[in-house]
């Protein structure tokens, strides 16, 4: 069982910048790839960014592509979205996932969810 807790979600200004963290627990020790989702309001979660467990293979939406960096912590039980030049359509719920089948874009191919935090950017 693994736990995934997401944090820095918050308010930006459309063009600032987020870092958005994710901190697993538990069977920890698993070469789990990690992935990003979001969720606006009566849209389907979309993908986001992926990165392998050694996190030489990383993914990224075309939306997000230049302005995102998925990234890992030394020790492989965080993850981190760094999110730069936002944009209001950004403004969703996201999600952190984790799962064994390595980074995939398919939320289905994801064993593990976190609770979500909230990102709004203004115009």
């Known amino acids: 069982q693994v736990q995934l807790v997401e944090s820095g979600g918050g308010l930006v200004q459309a063009g600032g910048s987020l870092r958005l963290s994710c901190a697993a627990s538990?069977?920890?020790?698993?070469?789990?790839?990690m992935g990003w989702f979001r969720q606006a309001p009566g849209k389907e979660r979309e993908f986001v960014a992926a990165?392998?467990?050694?996190?030489?293979?990383?993914i990224y939406a075309d939306s997000v592509k230049g302005r995102f960096t998925i990234s890992r912590g030394n020790a492989k039980n965080t993850v981190h979205l760094q999110m730069d030049r936002t944009k209001p359509e950004d403004t969703a719920v996201y999600y952190c996932?984790?799962?064994?089948?390595?980074?995939?874009?398919?939320?289905?191919?994801?064993?593990?969810w976190g609770q979500g935090t909230q990102v709004t950017v203004s115009s």
């Open positions: 990165i392998s467990w050694g996190g030489g293979t990383t």
């Open positions: 996932a984790a799962g064994s089948l390595g980074a995939h874009r398919d939320p289905l191919n994801y064993d593990y």
């Open positions: 538990g069977r920890t020790s698993s070469r789990y790839a």
